[in-house]
């Protein structure tokens, strides 16, 4: 799924600990984390500060049009869009559309309807937690997200099932 060289960039990085372990494991990648909150920052340096292949953390905010980086040959983002605004998928899908390079993947992991319908019902529980906690939040429907995807030239791949009825899906811009 992955290149085998180049720039991935990961949106929303929370801790860095998904940073650290895809930069350790995959060292001839470059990896460019990302928080939009900045106390996240020192925790993703602490996790990557070691490693020769992590590049100092950005703060982006995937609703702007300029995210501060040129171009990515992968982006990555787990757990984001389901703890966020519908307008964060937008915004993240419609930037992937910008800054990945031709045939760069966009890997999202979490959990998603398919059909528009749960697939089990522990993601329907969590779906109304989230839609508890805020209205605008929740799990998507991955049949949503591949029409957004081709609104903006990120095509849908293919859905891999995950541990925990997670998926990562993956897109790919044209």
Known sequence: ???DTGTVLEVASGTGQHAAHFAENLPSLTFQPSDLDPANHVSIGAWTGDLGNVEPP??????SDDWGIAAADAIYCANMIHIAPWACAEGLVA????????GGPLALYGPFKRGGVHTVPSNEAFDASLR???PEWGVRDLEALAALGQDHG??????VDM???NLVVI???R
Do not use: K, T
């Not at 950005?58 to 609703?63: G, K, N, S």
């Not at 930037?95 to 031709?102: I, N, P, Q």
């Not at 990120?154 to 859905?159: G, Q």
């Open 1 to 3: 799924m992955l290149p």
């Open 58 to 63: 950005l703060a982006i905010d995937v609703r």
């Open 95 to 102: 930037g992937a559309g910008r800054v990945l390079s031709a």
């Open 132 to 134: 508890r906690q805020d």
């Open 154 to 159: 990120v095509i849908f791949e293919e859905a």
């Open 163 to 165: 541990p925990a009825n």
């Open 171 to 173: 897109l790919r811009r």
